[in-house]
Nanobody, 126 residues
Framework: QVQLVESGGGLVQAGGSLRLSCAAS??????????MGWFRQAPGKEREFVAA????????LYADSVKGRFTISRDNAKSTVYLQMNSLKPEDTAVYYC?????????????????WGQGTQVTVSS
C-alpha cells in the first residue's frame, strides 16, 4: 500500500492557477512502478479522470476537458506527484484526489487505482 496526502487546493478566480501536490509514503513510489493519477469529483457528479503519469514519467494521459491547461509531473526523489492547473474555469471546481496504481499499463479507470488520498478542495469562482 501507498499512503497519499494531497495539498495545494483552495479558492481561485477563473483564469487563475493552482498547483496540487500529492506526497507518497509506504510502498516504493518509483522502484516498483507506481503509476499515479489525479481524479476529481464535483458535488452530485461521479468521480472523473483528470490526468495520469507513468512511474518513469515518460507517459502521460489527460482528460479532454483539461488538455492544454493542466500538466501532471512527478519527482520520484521526493515521492511526490504534481498537478499544475492553469486557466482554471468554474467547472473545474471539485475535490481532487490522487491515486496510485501498480499495474503495467497506464490507465484512466478509477477502479484500477488501489490507493487513494483524502482529497483537496479546488473552488474556482466566476
Amino acid at each position: 500500500q501507498v499512503q497519499l496526502v494531497e495539498s495545494g487546493g483552495g479558492l481561485v478566480q477563473a483564469g487563475g492557477s493552482l498547483r496540487l501536490s500529492c506526497a507518497a509514503s509506504g510502498r516504493t513510489f518509483s522502484g516498483v512502478g507506481a503509476n499515479m493519477g489525479w481524479f476529481r469529483q464535483a458535488p452530485g457528479k461521479e468521480r472523473e479522470f483528470v490526468a495520469a503519469i507513468r512511474w518513469s514519467g515518460g507517459n502521460t494521459l489527460y482528460a479532454d476537458s483539461v488538455k492544454g491547461r493542466f500538466t501532471i509531473s512527478r519527482d520520484n526523489a521526493k515521492s511526490t506527484v504534481y498537478l499544475q492547473m492553469n486557466s482554471l474555469k468554474p467547472e473545474d471546481t471539485a475535490v481532487y484526489y490522487c491515486a496510485a496504481d501498480f499495474g503495467l499499463v497506464l490507465t484512466t479507470t478509477a477502479s484500477r487505482y488501489k490507493s487513494w488520498g483524502q482529497g483537496t478542495q479546488v473552488t474556482v469562482s466566476s
